[in-house]
């Protein structure tokens, strides 16, 4: 099994910045690609933010310029850096990652969410 922990939520200013951790641990071979999501209040969870095991990384367009998604392997973490934030990025935020455990079978892992709120 894998387990990811969370952290780095919290309350923040219009123009702040926070950043997100999620570290994974557990029986892994290998992670393959790290991702952010978000989901506000009646409405469908979204993509923020995703990062290859190679190092590619892909961001929705309302994040594009403010939001980084990096990933430290020897740790098994990756990260969101989030700068210029706004009061429509209030959302919780699930770190997802895909794993190959050693049972050599790929696996989809969410965090348990944290909650981002951007307000004056």
């Known amino acids: 099994q894998v387990q990811l922990v969370e952290s780095g939520g919290g309350l923040v200013q219009p123009g702040g910045s926070l950043r997100l951790s999620c570290a994974a641990s557990?029986?892994?071979?290998?992670?393959?690609?790290m991702g952010w999501y978000r989901q506000a209040p009646g409405k469908q969870r979204e993509l923020v933010a995703a990062i290859t095991s190679g190092g590619s990384t892909n961001y929705a367009d309302s994040v594009k310029g403010r939001f980084t998604i990096s990933r430290d392997n020897a740790k098994n973490t990756v990260y969101l850096q989030m700068n210029s934030l706004k009061p429509e990025d209030t959302a919780v935020y699930y770190c997802k990652v895909v794993v190959t455990l050693l049972d050599g079978y790929e696996y989809d892992y969410w965090g348990q969410g944290t909650q981002v709120t951007v307000s004056s």
């Open positions: 557990g029986s892994i071979f290998s992670i393959n690609a």
